[in-house]
């Protein structure tokens, strides 16, 4: 079935650094993409979202980039804090399709040396 | 805050207990979903509620009974669960087809 998957469940990065988190989806209809931030004991948070008329957009330290061609997303976080600690996760959907469904990546944990 | 409230945080229940799970949205969204969230697995929705008429039942065992009584409330009735169905439950509201607000979940433990 379709399916949105995330290539590393765990990234070390050392503050400041940049991080980039990458996601696989399979669904080529699939036209709206989410980065979610999940922290401790908290419900996933809203990050940054892209449709696939864009290429890239960017936030506050953060980027998220799309490749249609290869179906890839990565989020990109500059200069790396301990606040940003947390499992990130990235979901898809096709607006098209009508469904109040997104698909969800499993998670890639971000941990951040100091 | 998120704007997505969720009671309780925490729950812990016998296998042959009754209990709910609530939650409130106060963003003015038309859908509510249930996701459920276990160690090292995607997120698992459970139920859609849009304008309150349920549209997605994601093949949920019949011990989980959802109700949304209006578009800002949404409840998830439990009864006979299994150690299994520990996990985070999480309740998440949108406004159509935009990104989802979630709540904080309630962190649900069977016994």
């Known amino acids: 079935g379709e399916s949105v998957g995330l290539h590393l469940p765990t990234l070390s990065v050392q503050e400041g650094d940049n991080s980039i988190i990458n996601c696989a989806y399979s669904?080529?209809?699939?036209?709206?993409f989410i980065w979610y931030k999940q922290e401790s004991g908290k419900g996933p948070q809203f990050i940054i979202d892209?449709?696939?008329?864009?290429d890239k957009r960017q936030g506050q330290r953060v980027t998220v980039l799309l490749n249609k061609t290869v179906k890839h997303l990565s989020l990109q976080i500059a200069a790396t804090q301990p606040g940003d600690s947390a499992v990130y996760f990235c979901?898809?959907?096709?607006?098209?399709?009508?469904?109040?469904?997104?698909?969800f990546g499993t998670g890639t944990r971000l941990k951040v040396l100091a | 805050e998120t704007g997505v409230t969720q009671t309780p945080r925490h729950l812990v229940m016998g296998m042959t207990n009754k209990k709910s799970l609530k939650c409130e949205q106060h963003?003015?969204?038309?859908?509510m979903y249930w996701y459920k969230q276990s160690a090292k697995k995607p997120l698992e929705l459970m139920f859609v509620?849009?304008?309150?008429?349920?549209?997605e039942n994601n093949s949920v065992p019949s011990r989980f009974s959802p109700e949304c009584p209006n578009s800002s409330h949404l409840f998830l009735h439990l009864h006979t669960l299994q150690p299994e169905d520990s996990a985070l439950y999480l309740c998440?509201?949108?406004?159509?087809?935009?990104?989802?607000?979630f709540g904080s979940g309630t962190r649900l433990t069977v016994v």
């Open positions: 669904n080529s209809a699939s036209d709206y």
């Open positions: 509620y849009n304008f309150k008429e349920q549209t």
């Open positions: 979901a898809e959907n096709s607006v098209n399709s009508g469904t109040y469904k997104y698909i």
């Open positions: 892209i449709r696939s008329n864009m």
């Open positions: 963003l003015g969204h038309n859908a």
């Open positions: 998440a509201s949108s406004q159509y087809l935009d990104g989802y607000t």
